[in-house]
């Protein structure tokens, strides 16, 4: 059965297809991914209405030099979460969007990598549309292909694995409530965002359900910025290698083994700064 969606095909509320492509409205929000941080990954689109916002609301993963892009006569507000400790809860942000849209302002929601990949963008998008605001988004690059890439490990190389997953190690209601056995696969890439706190329990839990315990781990803290650093261990080693290196948040882990898909090659390459678990 197919599902056909309805829409005002003149004036519809999300802007669905080449209507992406329309003017920024006035009591409009976009949600535009920002990237994973440097400012020269962003897309032309976000750029330009980037500049035409009346107002910019923006998370803590945002860098300087993207916000430094916003019009001096734009209201920036800073809605940035990280553990513990948010600048505003998710309802008052929705609430935010809501109201600033209905002064008639041109709002931008700058989030850090894509809106869409475990950026509350769809949460943000329902609330929008309830209310009546015209909306969009503009996707960015996520930090699951940035980091990598700027890190020399191919997610899908072909030798190695046969797919790729993105998933999240924040804890939901106080449990990692994952599947498991779905995931513990030694020819699949597995992507873990926001899961330093939970990296113990990830380990134990990927091996405990069949994961070889020498399963190549990449860290990678501040992503694709000037402080950008790869880190690489095991699986077996994951919560003493976090711990001994103080590795805090930004930090995406990579588990699988195409973690040392181009190894060789990266020792040879001075420009590589990686720090290894010995084993």
Known sequence: MTMQISVDKTNPLFALGKNNKRAFFNGEVVLIGAG??????????A???????????????????????????AECIYVG??????????????SLLIEKAKQGKKVARLKGGDPFIFGRGGEEIQDLLKSGVHCRVVPGITAA???????GIPLTHRDFVHGCTFITG?????ELDLPWKALARQDHTLVVYMGIKTAPLLAKSLIKNGLAP???????????????????TDLLHLEEFVKENRIKPPTLIIIGRVVNALANELRNNEATFM?????
Do not use: W
């Open 145 to 151: 292909s940035a980091c990598t890439s700027y890190s």
């Open 36 to 45: 994973p941080g440097d400012v020269d990954l962003l897309t032309v689109r």
């Open 214 to 232: 020498d399963t190549p781990v990449a860290l990678v803290s501040n992503g694709t910025s000037e402080e950008h650093t790869s880190y690489r």
């Open 47 to 73: 750029y330009e209405l980037i500049k035409q916002a009346d107002v910019v609301i923006y998370d803590r993963l945002v860098s300087q030099d993207i916000m430094a892009l916003v019009s001096e006569h």
């Open 275 to 279: 720090v290894e678990h010995s084993c």
């Open 81 to 94: 979460k990280k553990s513990s400790d948010h600048a505003l809860p998710q309802d008052q942000i929705n």
């Open 170 to 174: 924040h804890f939901k209601n106080n």
